[in-house]
Protein backbone atom coordinates (compact mmCIF):
# COMPACT_ATOMS: atom_id res chain seq x y z
CA UNK A 1 0.00 0.00 0.00
CA UNK A 2 1.29 3.57 -0.89
CA UNK A 3 1.10 5.87 1.61
CA UNK A 4 -0.75 8.98 0.66
CA UNK A 5 1.97 11.88 -0.29
CA UNK A 6 1.40 15.00 1.17
CA UNK A 7 1.59 18.55 0.11
CA UNK A 8 4.77 19.02 2.09
CA UNK A 9 6.70 16.44 0.21
CA UNK A 10 5.93 17.57 -2.59
CA UNK A 11 7.21 21.10 -2.16
CA UNK A 12 10.09 19.33 -0.47
CA UNK A 13 10.88 17.82 -3.89
CA UNK A 14 9.96 20.58 -5.89
CA UNK A 15 11.94 23.37 -4.01
CA UNK A 16 14.99 20.56 -4.02
CA UNK A 17 15.05 20.16 -7.46
CA UNK A 18 14.83 23.77 -8.08
CA UNK A 19 18.05 24.42 -6.13
CA UNK A 20 19.87 21.53 -7.90
CA UNK A 21 19.79 19.68 -4.96
CA UNK A 22 17.75 16.91 -6.30
CA UNK A 23 18.45 15.69 -9.83
CA UNK A 24 15.49 15.79 -12.69
CA UNK A 25 14.99 12.13 -13.63
CA UNK A 26 14.28 10.81 -16.73
CA UNK A 27 11.99 7.69 -15.58
CA UNK A 28 13.52 4.88 -15.54
CA UNK A 29 14.43 3.16 -12.10
CA UNK A 30 15.33 -0.14 -10.48
CA UNK A 31 12.72 -1.35 -7.99
CA UNK A 32 13.52 -3.73 -5.06
CA UNK A 33 13.85 -4.92 -1.79
CA UNK A 34 15.68 -2.47 0.57
CA UNK A 35 18.18 -4.47 2.16
CA UNK A 36 17.35 -1.79 5.52
CA UNK A 37 20.71 0.78 5.21
CA UNK A 38 19.69 2.65 2.50
CA UNK A 39 18.17 6.70 3.03
CA UNK A 40 15.54 7.94 0.80
CA UNK A 41 16.74 10.64 -1.50
CA UNK A 42 13.00 12.59 -0.61
CA UNK A 43 12.34 12.34 3.09
CA UNK A 44 15.56 10.87 4.41
CA UNK A 45 13.82 8.86 6.11
CA UNK A 46 15.52 4.92 6.21
CA UNK A 47 13.85 2.75 3.84
CA UNK A 48 13.24 -0.90 5.89
CA UNK A 49 14.54 -3.23 4.85
CA UNK A 50 12.04 -5.65 2.75
CA UNK A 51 9.95 -2.18 1.80
CA UNK A 52 10.54 -1.58 -1.73
CA UNK A 53 13.12 1.24 -2.89
CA UNK A 54 13.33 2.53 -5.96
CA UNK A 55 17.04 3.31 -7.63
CA UNK A 56 16.70 5.72 -10.26
CA UNK A 57 18.56 4.11 -13.40
CA UNK A 58 20.08 7.93 -14.22
CA UNK A 59 21.16 8.28 -10.45
CA UNK A 60 23.30 4.99 -9.75
CA UNK A 61 23.39 4.78 -5.54
CA UNK A 62 20.44 6.87 -4.85
CA UNK A 63 17.39 5.75 -3.27
CA UNK A 64 13.56 6.54 -2.40
CA UNK A 65 10.53 4.94 -1.01
CA UNK A 66 8.05 4.16 -4.07
CA UNK A 67 6.04 6.70 -3.21
CA UNK A 68 8.55 9.34 -2.81
CA UNK A 69 9.95 8.20 -6.24
CA UNK A 70 6.50 8.94 -7.75
CA UNK A 71 6.47 12.39 -5.99
CA UNK A 72 9.88 12.74 -7.40
CA UNK A 73 9.36 11.65 -10.84
CA UNK A 74 6.27 13.46 -11.26
CA UNK A 75 8.05 16.89 -9.74
CA UNK A 76 10.55 16.31 -12.11
CA UNK A 77 8.43 15.64 -15.10
CA UNK A 78 6.42 19.31 -14.29
CA UNK A 79 9.47 20.82 -13.89
CA UNK A 80 10.70 19.96 -17.78
CA UNK A 81 7.12 21.21 -18.73
CA UNK A 82 7.05 24.45 -17.08
CA UNK A 83 9.96 25.35 -15.04
CA UNK A 84 8.52 28.59 -14.27
CA UNK A 85 5.49 28.90 -12.07
CA UNK A 86 2.78 30.94 -14.00
CA UNK A 87 2.65 34.42 -12.85
CA UNK A 88 -0.28 34.33 -10.32
CA UNK A 89 1.47 31.47 -8.90
CA UNK A 90 -1.28 28.45 -10.03
CA UNK A 91 -0.34 25.89 -12.15
CA UNK A 92 -1.09 25.28 -15.87
CA UNK A 93 -3.92 22.65 -16.68
CA UNK A 94 -1.72 20.26 -18.20
CA UNK A 95 -0.04 19.94 -14.95
CA UNK A 96 -2.65 19.44 -12.75
CA UNK A 97 -4.06 16.54 -15.37
CA UNK A 98 -0.46 15.58 -15.18
CA UNK A 99 -0.65 15.57 -11.20
CA UNK A 100 -4.10 14.14 -11.24
CA UNK A 101 -2.51 10.86 -12.75
CA UNK A 102 -0.08 10.15 -10.16
CA UNK A 103 -2.07 10.34 -7.27
CA UNK A 104 -4.41 7.42 -7.80
ZN1 LIG B 1 11.03 8.64 1.27
Redesign the pocket.
Known sequence: MVEPIGDS?RDTIRARLREGRLPVLGGSAWAGHAPGDHR??????T?RANEIEYEPRDQPAVY??I???TAWLAESRLMERRPIMEADGTRAEESRELEDSFER
Do not use: E, K, V
Not at 40 to 45: D, L, N, V
Open positions: LCACCHRIAHGCF
